[in-house]
């Protein structure tokens, strides 16, 4: 049962709206076509207090909650996907992650450093283990007072424009023993080893880039790493609970660019008029309206229930799951009947149509595929770990071990 929003969260909701639907709304085309990360966007985001509204007060923040968070990037996101997406990085995934589970200087570091607007980039990805993130190969060797760590990441957001880096490693002790996997925190440009290799050429989300980041014998103290609450060996379990918050913003940002179209097609088809009426007043013009509506209201309330199960903690990982397969699968399919009922002007590049149509179409691939998160909620349900990998193969690091 979600709980209906209070006067509050109806002011921070209409503050949000204000915002996105004026200056956000106004430079998103622009934002696409320059491919230029949005800084102004940032300002205006920080100017009205959403980015870092999770960081506890303590740290500067608001100690806001993850519905909250989702009110404002929903609203970003229809008007620009960039916006909702700067929102999720600002307030869920690696701060939260260093929130929870940071020692005070490396909570006090990132918090300042959000609040001034700088958007972490997390980075577990890597050119061989993408949806095996377990696989990753990236490592960092303990060598006495230092950890160096080697490896590459890829499909990194942020990666060149984000300066806190908040990265996955598999750790390993003085002898080479496996320990377990670690978050190390890592400055670009006041870290030598860390490189930002190459841009990709997205199809959509243009406004943030995507970037392979490499890791060349960078090394780090011991105080760059995140201690997760219950120890190395469950450090990759302790970093991905945080992970569900972001994958909660990801199922929002699709929300938000699906109402968004469905907005834009609600006034189009009174507008629009063929054989003498507005086509809004063909059935099979209204059964697509109202099938749109449908899925709408079914995701969102599945995106608000999912953020309101992490209240005091993280998103419960089945809900977090469950709500972003349903709101990308379904975004992607509300942003298309929005452009077909537009006709011709749906396919031109001088409405928003077609650049919410590239926008969408990410949110069942990043974040974790709509396919391994079903077995997120396939394992959740049943109660039972799902091995995925054929027997007798290791993953490469251990063995090699
Ligand atoms: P693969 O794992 O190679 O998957 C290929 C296909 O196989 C998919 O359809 C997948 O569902 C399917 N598949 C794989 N395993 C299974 C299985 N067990 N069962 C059923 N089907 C399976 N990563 C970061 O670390 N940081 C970021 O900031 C980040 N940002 C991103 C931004 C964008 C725009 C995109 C597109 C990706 C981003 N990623 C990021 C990477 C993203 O998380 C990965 O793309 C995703 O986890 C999938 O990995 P992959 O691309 O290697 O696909
Ligand atoms: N929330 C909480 N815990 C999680 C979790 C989540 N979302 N995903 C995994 N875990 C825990 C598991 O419960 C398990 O804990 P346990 O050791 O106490 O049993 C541990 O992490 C390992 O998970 P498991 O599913 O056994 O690991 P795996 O090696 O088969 O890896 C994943 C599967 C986790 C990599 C895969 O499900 C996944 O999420 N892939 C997508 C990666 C991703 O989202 N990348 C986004 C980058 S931005």
């Not at 020692?103 to 958007?119: F, I, P």
């Not at 991905?240 to 994958?247: D, P, V």
């Not at 209204?286 to 209240?311: P, T």
Request: proline fraction near 4%.
């Amino acid at each position: 049962m979600i709980t209906a929003l209070d006067k509050d969260r109806i002011r921070l909701r209409d503050q949000a709206r204000e915002l996105a639907q004026g200056p956000i709304r106004a430079r998103a085309a622009e934002v696409d076509r320059t491919e230029q990360y949005p800084w102004d966007h940032v300002d205006a985001m920080k100017d009205a207090g959403f980015l870092g509204m999770t960081i506890p007060k303590a740290y500067g923040g608001q100690s806001k909650d993850w519905l909250d968070a989702v009110l404002v990037i929903e609203e970003m996101a229809k008007t620009c996907s960039i916006a909702g997406r700067i929102a999720v990085e600002t307030n869920m995934g690696a701060v939260s992650a260093i929130m929870a589970y940071g020692s005070e200087e490396q909570r006090k570091l990132a918090a300042d450093m959000v609040l001034s607007g700088d958007k972490p980039a997390i980075c577990i990805t890597e050119p061989d283990a993408g949806s095996d993130a377990s696989g990753m190969t990236t490592r960092a060797d303990k060598r006495g007072n230092r950890y160096v760590l080697n490896g590459k990441k890829h499909w990194i957001t942020g990666g060149g424009v984000s300066r806190l880096h908040l990265i996955f490693a598999k750790i390993f002790d003085e002898q080479g023993n496996f320990e377990g996997v670690g978050g190390f925190l890592a400055i670009r440009d006041e870290t030598q080893g860390l490189e930002i290799v190459k841009r990709e050429p997205t199809m959509g989300l243009r406004g943030i880039p995507e970037a392979e980041v490499a890791f060349n014998d960078m090394e780090l103290p011991p105080s760059a790493l995140i201690m997760p609450p219950r120890g190395l060996k469950k450090g990759f379990a302790d970093l991905m609970t945080a992970y569900n918050s972001q994958r909660v913003g990801a199922g929002t940002v699709a929300l938000g660019i699906m109402e968004g179209a469905y907005e834009l097609a609600l006034d189009w088809t009174e507008e629009r008029e063929q054989f003498g009426r507005p086509i809004n007043e063909f059935q099979g013009v209204q059964w697509r309206l109202a099938d749109m509506s449908i899925r709408i209201a079914a995701a969102q309330a599945l995106i608000y229930k999912a953020a309101e199960s992490g209240k005091g903690g993280f998103p419960d990982k089945i809900m977090a799951a469950q709500a972003k397969i349903y709101t990308s699968e379904n975004a992607i399919q509300v942003v298309n009947e929005a452009l077909q009922l537009f006709g011709a002007r749906g396919y031109s590049r001088n409405l928003p149509l077609e650049r919410m149509a590239r926008d969408v179409r990410m949110f069942t691939i990043g974040g974790g595929t709509a396919e391994v998160l079903r077995n997120v909620v396939a394992s959740g349900l049943l109660g039972k770990k799902l091995p995925q990998t054929r027997d007798g193969y290791m993953p490469k690091m251990q063995a090699a071990e």
